[in-house]
T-cell receptor, first 120, second 111 residues
Framework: DAGVIQSPRHEVTEMGQEVTLRCKPI?????LFWYRQTMMRGLELLIY????????DSGMPEDRFSAKMPNASFSTLKIQPSEPRDSAVYFC??????????????????FGAGTRLSVL | LAKTTQPISMDSYEGQEVNITCSHN???????ITWYQQFPSQGPRFIIQ???TKVTNEVASLFIPADRKSSTLSLPRVSLSDTAVYYC????????????FGTGTRLLVSP
């Protein structure tokens, strides 16, 4: 299994530009998560999807951020317009949620390698 | 969600056993305790999970006392490659898998 695949690995852009980060979850996983990591705030959950449906987007910083999951094998996180304070490492993670294992092993998420975003 | 508290950093030498303790006083009955490891420039990686007593796998052991208000991750005979940040999480077992990562413990293993 290739694991969670994120692209690009690095992104450098100028303030005001649109940025799109991409994620391919592990095949068969039902849940997908977007995180942001900075030195100041640590690892923050931005949004998560279950069966392609956004369940909780309370961590999305503001309207400039949006996320979509058009199908089970692809998700995007878009920032428009980007600002220097958006500079961070963005991680995507996926998780299997087998209903028959209710209460067991529900906290295991598989993370991608991340996208390091620099907004100048 | 139960809040967790763990040391900000720890230092060790190669070959030593390292124990990282996490406090989670408000853990709920159905919560599991999960530990992740994060190397520089990588995403977090699941290493171990438990509910009570002791759990052991090829990477680490997890000790959980009867009251479950704390847990200890034990890394036997650490090597330089164990230098990483270790996160203790107490999961919300109701509904979906929303995890809250705290600041973690930065472990530095020296020769």
């Amino acid at each position: 299994d290739a694991g969670v695949i994120q692209s690009p690995r690095h992104e450098v852009t100028e303030m005001g530009q649109e940025v799109t980060l991409r994620c391919k979850p592990i095949s068969g996983h039902n849940s997908l998560f977007w995180y942001r990591q900075t030195m100041m705030r640590g690892l923050e959950l931005l949004i998560y999807f279950n069966n392609n449906v956004p369940i909780d987007d309370s961590g999305m910083p503001e309207d400039r951020f949006s996320a979509k999951m058009p199908n089970a094998s692809f998700s995007t996180l878009k920032i428009q317009p980007s600002e220097p304070r958006d500079s961070a490492v963005y991680f995507c993670a996926s998780s299997p949620v087998p209903p028959e294992l209710a209460g067991e092993r529900k906290n295991i998420q598989y993370f991608g390698a991340g996208t390091r975003l620099s907004v100048l | 969600l139960a809040k967790t508290t763990q040391p900000i950093s720890m230092d060790s030498y190669e070959g030593q056993e390292v124990n990282i303790t996490c406090s989670h006083n408000n853990i709920a009955t159905n919560d599991y305790i999960t530990w992740y490891q994060q190397f520089p420039s990588q995403g977090p990686r699941f290493i171990i999970q438990g509910y009570k007593t002791k759990v052991t796998n090829e990477v680490a052991s997890l000790f959980i006392p009867a009251d479950r208000k704390s847990s200890t991750l034990s890394l036997p005979r650490v090597s330089l490659s164990d230098t990483a940040v270790y996160y203790c999480l107490v999961g919300d077992q109701t509904g979906f898998q929303k995890l809250v990562f705290g600041t973690g413990t930065r472990l530095l293993v020296s020769p």
